[in-house]
Antibody, heavy 119, light 106 residues
Framework: EVQLVESGGGLVQPGGSLRLSCAAS????????MNWVRRAPGKGLEWVAYISGRSDTKYYADSVKGRFTISRDNAKNSLYLQMNSLRDEDTAVYYC????????????WGQGTLVTVSS | DIQMTQSPSSLSASVGDRVTITCRTSQSITRYINWYQQKPGKAPKLLIYGVSSLQSGVPSRFSGSGSGTDFTLTISSLQPEDFATYYC????????FGPGTTVDIK
């Protein structure tokens, strides 16, 4: 069974840092690009970052560029999101999502981890 | 940057109704559009990819159509488990989700 499990969320002060992890199982992790997507309270879905299977291509939303870093460890079947200089507006549930290898759809999602940025 | 709109932003419908949600982009995205369903407290679920391809396991009452800048998600006969929020997503360039359409019980 394909499974994605996020961890690392929590309460952090503005300006602080947090590292999210996503543990993948049930599929060949290195063969799939991965994404981070978030949903802020009362708002819609927002794509955050993308990383290719070999980590040679990375893209970021303008709202997080320069502050967030996506990475992966294929040996550990894990995806990461390092979040620095956190702002109130980064408060959201963060999901990792697997790219379906069909041109950009996300066919499998984790359950999400809540990040709250507040003083 | 590509802009996306969805209409309506919300709708009320009854079980058995035919429901149509429209997604419009500010420039042509050919066929690079997907549709997702999200229920409260749950992760999004892929319904349709590449305009009209049904994701494995998704009921056939869901269908997608369109091209260029105008796209449609149709639920042919609304079921109780379909009350949720629906998002279109363009992947022509940097991924972007539409603002969402909430379908609730009439």
């Amino acid at each position: 069974e394909v499974q994605l499990v996020e961890s690392g969320g929590g309460l952090v002060q503005p300006g602080g840092s947090l590292r999210l992890s996503c543990a993948a199982s049930g599929f060949s992790f290195s063969r799939h690009s991965m994404n981070w997507v978030r949903r802020a309270p009362g708002k819609g879905l927002e794509w955050v970052a993308y990383i290719s299977g070999r980590s040679d291509t990375k893209y970021y939303a303008d709202s997080v560029k320069g502050r967030f870093t996506i990475s992966r460890d294929n040996a550990k079947n894990s995806l990461y999101l390092q979040m620095n200089s956190l702002r109130d507006e980064d408060t959201a549930v963060y999901y990792c999502a697997r790219d379906g290898n069909r041109g950009g759809d996300s066919d499998c999602w984790g359950q999400g981890t809540l990040v709250t940025v507040s003083s | 940057d590509i802009q996306m709109t969805q209409s309506p932003s919300s709708l009320s419908a009854s079980v058995g109704d035919r429901v149509t949600i429209t997604c419009r982009t500010s420039q042509s995205i050919t066929r690079y559009i997907n549709w997702y369903q999200q229920k409260p407290g749950k992760a999004p679920k892929l319904l349709i990819y590449g305009v009209s391809s049904l994701q494995s396991g998704v009921p056939s009452r869901f269908s997608g159509s369109g091209s260029g800048t105008d796209f449609t998600l149709t639920i042919s006969s609304l079921q109780p488990e379909d009350f949720a929020t629906y998002y279109c997503q363009q992947i022509y360039n940097t991924p972007l989700f539409g603002p969402g359409t909430t379908v609730d019980i009439k």
